[in-house]
């Protein structure tokens, strides 16, 4: 089975100031990773994920990710934020073999501040 | 949220009484889920659907119980509301059941039990 952990509930962050958002996970199998993002009132959308090869991982509005696999780590990272950057982050894992259940983490609030 | 319509965006119901949220896809996508958010959950999966009339559950299926008689309609029903069950509901929909698959998400459904 896997479980993902977000280190942080809560983030705040004044504007153009870089941002880590952190997320750990578990498993006995290999897995493919996944940040979504929820902006108020909306559904989730991908924001960027890993699937195999290049450990660093651009995703759209600027965002990246690192998959760490000796610290089974994926953090989430923007050297700049912006006001509009505001949201809820999730990080998600799936194991690439037998089935397709994605687990989500907890999420983690972003507040960027003018 | 293009190509998924959940209905209806808001409920408020009593306790005791069913409730029957509705998923509409227009991607002809195979695999459909729902799942509910909770704060400091992140999102869970409820059931999910493999098929027309083929479905299964996840990790917090009690209570809860769903159909799905056309590729594009999948209905999740609360037999009989209990304020635990007071949530946002999100349907998703993926392409494939590899666990590389991105789930598309609905906009949500708002579900207050009294």
Same mark, same amino acid.
């Given at each position: 089975a896997q479980s993902v952990t977000q280190?942080? $509930?809560? #983030?705040? !962050?004044?504007?153009?100031?870089? *941002?880590?958002?952190?997320?750990?996970?578990? $498993?006995? #199998?290999? !897995?493919?990773?996944?940040?979504? *993002?929820?902006?108020?009132?909306?559904?989730l959308q991908l924001l960027l994920k890993y699937l195999s090869g290049s450990t660093l991982v651009?995703?759209?509005?600027?965002f990246?990710?690192?998959?760490?696999?000796?610290?089974?780590?994926?953090?989430l990272r923007k050297p700049s934020v912006h006001i509009s950057d505001t949201a809820e982050y999730f990080c998600a894992v799936?194991?690439?073999t037998g089935g397709f259940k994605t687990i989500f983490g907890a999420g983690t609030r972003l507040f960027v501040k003018a | 949220d293009a190509g998924i319509t959940q209905s209806p965006r808001h409920k408020v119901t009593e306790t005791g009484t069913?409730?029957?949220l509705r998923c509409h896809q227009t991607e002809n996508h195979r695999y459909m889920y729902w799942y509910r958010q909770d704060p400091g959950h992140g999102l869970r999966l409820i059931h999910y659907s493999y098929g027309v009339k083929d479905t299964d559950k996840g990790e917090v299926s009690d209570g809860y119980s769903v159909?799905?008689?056309?590729?594009?309609?999948?209905?999740?029903?609360?037999?009989?509301?209990?304020?635990?069950?007071?949530?946002?509901?999100?349907?998703?929909?993926?392409?494939?059941?590899s666990g590389a698959n991105v789930l598309t998400f609905g906009a949500g459904s708002r579900l207050t039990v009294l």
């Amino acid at each position: 089975a896997q479980s993902v952990t977000q280190l942080d $509930s809560q #983030v705040p !962050v004044f504007e153009e100031a870089p *941002v880590e958002l952190r997320c750990n996970y578990s $498993s006995s #199998v290999s !897995v493919y990773l996944f940040w979504y *993002v929820q902006y108020p009132n909306q559904g989730l959308q991908l924001l960027l994920k890993y699937l195999s090869g290049s450990t660093l991982v651009k995703g759209i509005n600027g965002f990246e990710a690192e998959f760490n696999k000796s610290q089974t780590s994926f953090h989430l990272r923007k050297p700049s934020v912006h006001i509009s950057d505001t949201a809820e982050y999730f990080c998600a894992v799936s194991a690439n073999t037998g089935g397709f259940k994605t687990i989500f983490g907890a999420g983690t609030r972003l507040f960027v501040k003018a | 949220d293009a190509g998924i319509t959940q209905s209806p965006r808001h409920k408020v119901t009593e306790t005791g009484t069913p409730v029957t949220l509705r998923c509409h896809q227009t991607e002809n996508h195979r695999y459909m889920y729902w799942y509910r958010q909770d704060p400091g959950h992140g999102l869970r999966l409820i059931h999910y659907s493999y098929g027309v009339k083929d479905t299964d559950k996840g990790e917090v299926s009690d209570g809860y119980s769903v159909s799905r008689s056309k590729t594009e309609d999948f209905l999740l029903t609360l037999e009989s509301a209990t304020s635990s069950q007071t949530s946002v509901y999100f349907c998703a929909i993926s392409e494939s059941s590899s666990g590389a698959n991105v789930l598309t998400f609905g906009a949500g459904s708002r579900l207050t039990v009294l």
